[in-house]
């Protein structure tokens, strides 16, 4: 008994110690008593001792550092540089590791992990643990990447940047000791820079003008920053250099050469990041008091921003840790770290096609900000997506009180240009957070024109002045029955005495499309039910073999859709419900619900952001639904696989060829059937993308053809509005839609429609190219 205890402390004491010191590791750097420099020196110190029983652990830390913590870059570059200039074959080791680690990055399309990768690499050249020309070397290896043939221009971008971006930490030291060398890069950089294509530029740009603040091109952007850096003789001023510090101990170190390092070949299954526009609302005039703002070209800029970024990345889902982070940012004094902080967070918030992270994210960052530091951050006075995310940030910071701003400019204007229409939508959404007689209550009585509409049920059938309408004794009848719990077959027989407008068309069952059958029962249902979400979703359920069988045809779906916006059309976030649920329960299909949108009934509501809405939300289900019914084949064929696998692996298995094909039979009629339900899943996608295309193009060219013939001005509200709302659609689903580009652009995107509208189809084949 008294040897049990002991055992137990031998087993667990490894693993504490393993803990210990991933603690130690992830720590380092942060707020500390002691100096940042004597923390790394005691920290060599404790690991150099545990190299010979923790060696592989301690690297396998260090490795996940570097490519997850990247706004310590440079702490843990010192940190290597001690372990390195102690122990000269921990270092290799880590050379190499870090190699393989890069490797692994780019084979499965990590590119963002492989960029924090690169850098650190880089920098360990600083810390004298890599030697300058092996550096180059596979820096030039990057570079000849734009000289490939038939390789996507994203695949030459990406390697570009992830040499330029790491110049800032190692161009110094690699500029004096192979300065021909990197003149040779910078100038075929240069080269490729000038003959790359930015057709993708408009299409990724926030703002719709260039004034005040320039929107630039990534690599174009960053080239500029570069040349700067390199006329300043490779001074930089902001990246904290612990290693510095241990110059004497560093210096005297051996260095090791990186492993040959060839860029892996361009496969099919490569994606890599698409480019990116830069993001700019500040420059040094708009905090005059405080620290300058570096200029949009100073290398300065470029790193702070990569920080900044880094950190939210890596704190976003503790929002009170990451705004702890962002303000103790290091050398905050020297910066107006406000200005750099609020202008990060609206960068990712408006980043296309989407937000690294969910948008409710950076509200509740902005909220910690302020309560962190009240009154202190700057204000903040756009493409169509630009405005869809402030108006549901705005939403959300209204009801929280932090956004508080002047728009009575915005009563003087058509109430269709962006302005009013902007706060229309706020308003709109601040309703879902919040009741109609609170936001009346809230809203300045001359903003009562912007005021969002009473959210109530519009039901034909409630008034007797109405009595003369077709139906009318119907509906009556109908309400009786169905508060009387009437069955399917009941409402079936009263429905039967509603007339056909369609006479010509109904049969004998009286069950195809009646139109006015749809209206009687839909409007009276949604009237009885109009209590709550809850009591509609109950409604549809119940009564859902009656819409099916109503439904049945493609313009029953449609009737039944807009019989809901008759009903609900002062109640959006009902109306999205509602199709959201009926496409869930298949009384309609999402082609239905695409034409319903495009239709003429909707064209009022057009430009309004539910509808939006409720198209994307409609793609996305369609979307989910291939990609289940696929999972679904691959499962499938990965368990006949593994059967197959277990049968050749058993070298006494007797059986005979008819117990195989017993064995194998259902499954491979389960592959078959799957296999077909994934090619009509995949036929309905398409066909999904082509209904919106067609109806976009059509409503464009309508418009395009009456202002040419009119003489009116092709750039108004509504189109600037329907052009940037179908790049929207382009990005936001780019990876499905590029299944189907060569579709596209044989039927619909050909070289004889509008340049205005052709040009959009362009934008977003560059993205990828």
């Given at each position: 008994?008294?040897g049990?205890?002991?055992?137990r402390?031998r087993?667990s004491?490894?693993?504490?110690?393993?803990?210990?010191?991933?603690?130690l590791?992830?720590?380092?750097?942060?707020?500390s008593n002691?100096?940042?420099?004597?923390?790394?020196?005691?920290?060599?110190?404790?690991?150099e001792?545990?190299?010979p029983?923790?060696k592989?652990?301690?690297?396998?830390?260090?490795?996940t550092v570097?490519?997850?913590?990247?706004?310590?870059l440079?702490?843990?570059?010192t940190?290597?540089?001690l372990?390195?200039?102690?122990?000269?074959?921990?270092?290799g080791e880590?050379?190499?590791a870090?190699i393989?680690?890069l490797?692994?990055?780019?084979?499965?399309?990590m590119?963002n992990?492989?960029?924090?990768?690169?850098?650190?690499?880089?920098?360990?050249?600083?810390c004298?643990v890599?030697?300058?020309?092996s550096?180059?070397?596979?820096?030039?290896?990057?570079?000849?990447?734009?000289?490939?043939?038939?390789?996507?221009?994203v695949?030459?971008?990406?390697?570009?940047f992830?040499?330029?971006?790491?110049?800032?930490w190692?161009?110094?030291?690699?500029y004096?000791?192979?300065?021909?060398?990197?003149?040779?890069?910078?100038?075929?950089?240069e080269?490729y820079?000038?003959r790359?294509?930015?057709?993708?530029?408009?299409?990724l740009?926030?703002?719709?003008?260039?004034?005040?603040?320039?929107?630039?091109?990534?690599?174009?952007?960053?080239?500029?920053?570069?040349?700067?850096?390199?006329?300043?003789?490779?001074?930089?001023?902001?990246?904290?250099r612990?290693?510095?510090a241990?110059?004497?101990?560093?210096?005297?170190?051996?260095?090791?050469n990186l492993?040959?390092?060839?860029?892996?070949?361009?496969?099919?299954?490569?994606?890599y990041?698409?480019p990116?526009?830069?993001?700019?609302?500040?420059?040094?005039?708009d905090?005059?008091?405080?620290?300058?703002?570096?200029?949009?070209?100073?290398?300065e800029?470029?790193?702070?921003?990569?920080n900044?970024?880094?950190?939210?990345?890596?704190?976003?889902?503790?929002?009170?840790?990451?705004?702890?982070q962002?303000?103790s940012y290091?050398?905050?004094?020297?910066i107006?770290l406000?200005?750099h902080?609020?202008?990060?967070?609206?960068?990712?918030?408006?980043?296309?096609?989407?937000?690294p992270?969910?948008?409710?994210?950076?509200?509740?960052?902005l909220?910690?900000?302020?309560?962190?530091?009240p009154?202190?951050?700057p204000?903040?006075?756009?493409s169509?997506?630009?405005?869809k995310?402030?108006k549901?940030?705005?939403a959300?910071?209204?009801s929280?009180?932090?956004l508080?701003?002047?728009?009575?400019?915005?009563?003087?204007q058509?109430?269709e240009?962006?302005?009013?229409?902007f706060?229309?939508?706020?308003?709109?959404?601040?309703?879902?957070?919040?009741?109609?007689?609170r936001i009346?209550d809230i809203?300045p009585?001359?903003f009562?024109?912007?005021?969002?509409?009473n959210?109530?049920?519009?039901?034909?059938?409630?008034?007797e002045?109405?009595?003369s309408?077709?139906g009318?004794?119907?509906a009556?009848?109908?309400t009786?029955a169905i508060?009387?719990?009437?069955?399917n077959?009941e409402?079936?027989?009263?429905l039967?005495d509603?007339?056909?407008?369609n006479q010509?068309?109904?049969?004998?069952?009286?069950?195809?499309?009646n139109?006015l059958?749809?209206?009687?029962?839909v409007?009276?249902?949604?009237?009885l039910?109009a209590?709550?979400?809850?009591?509609?979703?109950?409604a549809?359920?119940?009564?859902?073999?009656?819409?099916?069988?109503?439904?049945?045809?493609d313009?029953?779906?449609?009737h039944v859709?807009?019989?809901?916006?008759?009903?609900?059309?002062?109640?959006?976030?009902?109306i999205?419900?509602?199709v959201?649920?009926?496409?869930?329960?298949?009384?309609?299909?999402?082609?239905a619900?695409a034409?319903w949108?495009?239709?003429?009934?909707?064209?009022?509501?057009?430009?309004?952001?539910y509808?939006?809405?409720?198209?994307?939300s409609?793609?996305?289900k369609?979307?989910?639904?291939?990609?289940?019914?696929?999972?679904?084949l691959?499962?499938?064929?990965?368990?006949l696989?593994?059967?197959?696998?277990?049968?050749?692996?058993d070298?006494?298995?007797?059986d005979?060829?008819r117990?195989?094909?017993?064995?194998?039979?259902?499954?491979?009629?389960?592959?078959?059937?799957?296999?077909e339900k994934?090619?009509?899943?995949?036929?309905e996608q398409?066909?999904l993308f082509?209904v919106?295309?067609?109806?976009?193009?059509?409503?464009?060219t309508?418009?395009?053809?009456?202002c040419?013939?009119?003489?009116?001005?092709?750039?108004t509200p509504?189109?600037?509005?329907?052009?940037?709302?179908?790049?929207?659609?382009?990005?936001?689903?780019h990876?499905?839609?590029?299944?189907?580009?060569?579709t596209?652009?044989n039927?619909?995107?050909?070289?004889?429609?509008d340049?205005?509208?052709l040009?959009?189809?362009?934008?977003?084949?560059?993205?990828?190219?």
């Amino acid at each position: 008994m008294s040897g049990q205890p002991h055992k137990r402390r031998r087993t667990s004491e490894p693993s504490e110690i393993e803990e210990r010191l991933e603690s130690l590791i992830c720590r380092v750097g942060e707020k500390s008593n002691s100096s940042l420099e004597s923390n790394l020196e005691g920290l060599a110190g404790v690991l150099e001792a545990d190299l010979p029983n923790y060696k592989s652990k301690i690297l396998r830390i260090l490795c996940t550092v570097a490519r997850l913590l990247p706004e310590k870059l440079t702490v843990y570059t010192t940190l290597v540089g001690l372990l390195n200039a102690r122990n000269y074959n921990f270092g290799g080791e880590f050379v190499e590791a870090m190699i393989r680690q890069l490797k692994e990055c780019l084979k499965v399309n990590m590119y963002n992990e492989a960029v924090h990768l690169v850098r650190f690499l880089s920098d360990l050249v600083n810390c004298h643990v890599i030697a300058a020309p092996s550096m180059v070397a596979m820096f030039e290896n990057f570079v000849s990447v734009t000289q490939e043939e038939d390789v996507p221009q994203v695949r030459c971008d990406w390697y570009m940047f992830a040499f330029l971006s790491s110049l800032p930490w190692v161009g110094k030291e690699l500029y004096e000791k192979k300065d021909a060398e990197m003149d040779r890069l910078l100038s075929q950089t240069e080269s490729y820079l000038k003959r790359r294509q930015k057709i993708h530029v408009p299409m990724l740009q926030v703002w719709t003008a260039d004034k005040p603040h320039p929107q630039e091109e990534y690599l174009d952007c960053l080239w500029s920053q570069i040349q700067k850096l390199k006329k300043d003789r490779w001074q930089e001023r902001h990246i904290l250099r612990p290693y510095l510090a241990f110059d004497s101990v560093l210096c005297e170190a051996l260095q090791h050469n990186l492993p040959p390092f060839t860029p892996p070949p361009h496969t099919e299954d490569s994606v890599y990041p698409m480019p990116r526009v830069i993001f700019r609302m500040f420059d040094y005039t708009d905090d005059p008091e405080g620290p300058v703002m570096p200029g949009s070209h100073s290398v300065e800029r470029f790193v702070i921003e990569e920080n900044l970024h880094c950190i939210i990345k890596s704190h976003w889902k503790e929002r009170k840790t990451c705004a702890a982070q962002l303000l103790s940012y290091p050398g905050n004094n020297k910066i107006p770290l406000n200005y750099h902080i609020v202008e990060v967070i609206f960068a990712e918030l408006f980043q296309l096609p989407s937000p690294p992270h969910i948008e409710v994210m950076y509200t509740t960052l902005l909220i910690e900000l302020c309560k962190l530091q009240p009154g202190s951050l700057p204000q903040v006075r756009s493409s169509t997506e630009t405005k869809k995310r402030l108006k549901r940030l705005n939403a959300f910071a209204k009801s929280h009180c932090i956004l508080s701003f002047d728009r009575s400019d915005c009563l003087t204007q058509d109430l269709e240009k962006p302005k009013p229409k902007f706060v229309r939508e706020v308003l709109e959404k601040c309703m879902r957070l919040s009741y109609h007689q609170r936001i009346i209550d809230i809203v300045p009585a001359s903003f009562s024109v912007l005021s969002p509409a009473n959210p109530v049920c519009i039901y034909k059938y409630g008034d007797e002045s109405n009595r003369s309408l077709p139906g009318y004794t119907v509906a009556l009848c109908l309400t009786i029955a169905i508060k009387n719990k009437a069955s399917n077959d009941e409402i079936f027989s009263i429905l039967k005495d509603v007339p056909n407008p369609n006479q010509d068309d109904d049969d004998g069952e009286g069950f195809t499309f009646n139109p006015l059958k749809i209206e009687v029962f839909v409007q009276t249902l949604l009237h009885l039910a109009a209590k709550s979400f809850s009591h509609s979703f109950s409604a549809l359920a119940k009564f859902h073999e009656v819409f099916k069988t109503l439904a049945e045809s493609d313009e029953g779906k449609l009737h039944v859709l807009r019989v809901v916006y008759e009903v609900w059309k002062n109640h959006p976030q009902m109306i999205a419900v509602l199709v959201d649920k009926m496409i869930r329960t298949q009384i309609v299909d999402c082609a239905a619900v695409a034409n319903w949108i495009f239709s003429s009934e909707l064209a009022h509501d057009f430009t309004r952001f539910y509808i939006w809405e409720i198209l994307h939300s409609t793609i996305r289900k369609m979307n989910k639904h291939v990609l289940k019914i696929h999972k679904e084949l691959e499962e499938t064929k990965a368990r006949l696989a593994r059967q197959h696998k277990r049968r050749d692996s058993d070298d006494d298995d007797d059986d005979d060829d008819r117990s195989t094909d017993r064995e194998d039979g259902p499954l491979e009629e389960q592959i078959e059937r799957l296999q077909e339900k994934v090619e009509s899943a995949q036929s309905e996608q398409k066909n999904l993308f082509l209904v919106i295309f067609q109806r976009f193009i059509m409503l464009l060219t309508e418009h395009l053809v009456r202002c040419e013939t009119g003489g009116i001005d092709v750039f108004t509200p509504w189109y600037k509005s329907c052009i940037e709302r179908l790049q929207q659609i382009f990005l936001q689903h780019h990876q499905i839609i590029q299944q189907y580009m060569v579709t596209l652009e044989n039927l619909l995107f050909t070289a004889e429609l509008d340049h205005h509208i052709l040009a959009v189809f362009q934008q977003f084949c560059a993205l990828q190219a």
